[in-house]
């Protein structure tokens, strides 16, 4: 993570500060962790072991939060946890969300390991006029299926091979020292399918994967992957459908980004200094860098566990006392006071880095 305060000064600190205590409610993404419970045993989980609690909220209080938080100005939903389908309420949730979707502009989808339900029910998931669904693979067949569990590909791919070609389904993958060498295969496949949106991030050492010692992706692979990923996308030129392929880099990456030469590094610069997204559109298709330099989570996102509590970073889900780091419980916190709350945790963050 890059120390603020050896690149900024306390002015500039404090700048920054306001901007994002004042930044609009809409622009955040609520997390909802909607199911503690899977049907697969990823060896990266980021959930790792840990036990599903007991005191899970109930489909009326999950409205009423969605309502209290739509009241508060919160526009995006985002359902996920271990697998969201495996949660009866998801539906009569999704549907909830669907019939406020033109008043108040809301954008909501899940992520989904695709196996958790029959096919047609992904197919159902569709008319609740959500906005995307993002189905987690990990590579080829053989090393998905390490990962992920026998067959897991075969059936995602069936799966897939339902739902496409649609604009609402997309993939992501977690990138990893086993995976690595199999991504640029994976984008074969999945354009072949008629993908259009893939999404590829580096895996967090927390959970699983610090039980199975699965290593985070070496700065200059990561780096080797995605030119090589922008090469194979010049090289398309027998497909009509347009592809956006999309990759985030994490804070762990950030020093090595700064104090060296890629190719990138042009862009990089256009980023730090005017705020200048990075990307490149080849022919249309669409290549975009997501770069988190600073650990400031709280920035767009709120997560809510299955029993409420309300995290600002997403990373604290796989701690056993993740309810010790948390804002408040939406059970007994109104979405006003949960956001008066989330200033003071950004003030306290600011406050110690002027310190």
Known sequence: MINLKDMLDADTILKEKYRIENLNNSIITLECFISQECNLQCKHCYFGDKLPSKNQLSIDEWIGIIENAIQNGIKHFHFSGKEPLLNNDLFPILNYISERKDTYGLFYGIVSNGVSVEKHIYKNL??????????????????????????????????????????????????????????????????????????????????????????????????????????????????????????????????????????????????????????????????????????????????????????????DIDKYNYYESSLANARNCDFSKIMKLRKKYINDYFTNLIV
Not at 129 to 145: H, P, R, W
Not at 225 to 238: A, T, V
């Open 126 to 315: 569709l008319l609740t006029n959500l906005d995307y669904i993002e189905f987690s693979i990990e590579g080829t067949k053989d090393i998905n299926d390490f990962i992920r569990g026998n067959n897991h590909f075969d059936k995602l791919i069936t799966t897939l091979g339902v739902l496409l070609p649609n604009d609402k389904i997309s993939t992501s993958t977690t990138l990893s020292e086993i995976n690595k060498d199999y991504f640029l295969d994976l984008m074969d496949i999945l354009i072949e399918k008629k993908v259009t949106k893939i999404f590829a991030a580096p895996i967090h050492f927390v959970g699983s994967a610090t039980q199975n010692y699965i290593n985070m992706i070496s700065p200059i692979d990561f780096l080797n992957l995605i030119e090589n990923s922008i090469k194979k996308i010049i090289q398309l030129k027998h497909i009509n459908h347009k592809i956006d392929l999309k990759f985030c880099i994490s804070d762990f990456y950030t020093e090595y980004l700064i104090n060296n030469e890629h190719f990138m590094s042009e862009k990089l610069k256009l980023y730090l200094e005017d705020g200048e997204p990075i990307y490149w559109n080849i022919d249309g298709h669409i290549v975009e860098i997501v770069l988190q330099f600073v650990d400031m989570p709280f920035v767009k996102q709120l997560i809510i566990t299955a029993d409420g509590y309300i995290l600002s970073n997403a990373d």
